[in-house]
Nanobody, 125 residues
Framework: QVQLVESGGGLVQPGGSLRLSCVAS????????????MGWYRQAPGKERELVAH???????NYADSVKGRFTISRHYAENTVYLQMNSLKPEDTAIYYC???????????????WGQGTQVTVSS
């Protein structure tokens, strides 16, 4: 089973910055784990989960309009790691941030989506 381990959440003041990281791994697949797309979603209290940003293997990125110009997604392809640099944070960015990956472990016949446990980001003075 593909595991996504997130880190980097926390409490920050408005206007501040945070960097989230997520590593995808599968003990059964090892280096044969195929990862096609990685990204971040978030869910605020009382709201549905929404896309923040994702990045494909060819480097194509997609951002939610609300974070364009403030957040930057990047990947370390060899290490199946995705980062989200969040600058100029606003209180409305407060949410649980979930790592997402479209991956193909050796136990699967087709790529599937996998999710991390989530990391809390709170923007407050």
């Amino acid at each position: 089973q593909v595991q996504l381990v997130e880190s980097g959440g926390g409490l920050v003041q408005p206007g501040g910055s945070l960097r989230l990281s997520c590593v995808a791994s599968d003990p059964a697949s090892g280096s044969r784990l195929g990862v096609y797309r990685m990204g971040w979603y978030r869910q605020a209290p009382g709201k549905e989960r929404e896309l923040v940003a994702h990045i494909s293997n060819d480097g194509t990125t997609n951002y939610a309009d609300s974070v364009k110009g403030r957040f930057t997604i990047s990947r370390h392809y060899a290490e199946n790691t995705v980062y989200l640099q969040m600058n100029s944070l606003k209180p409305e960015d407060t949410a649980i941030y979930y790592c997402n990956a479209l991956a193909l472990p050796i136990t699967h016949l087709a790529p599937s989506e996998f999710w991390g446990q989530g990391t809390q980001v709170t923007v407050s003075s």
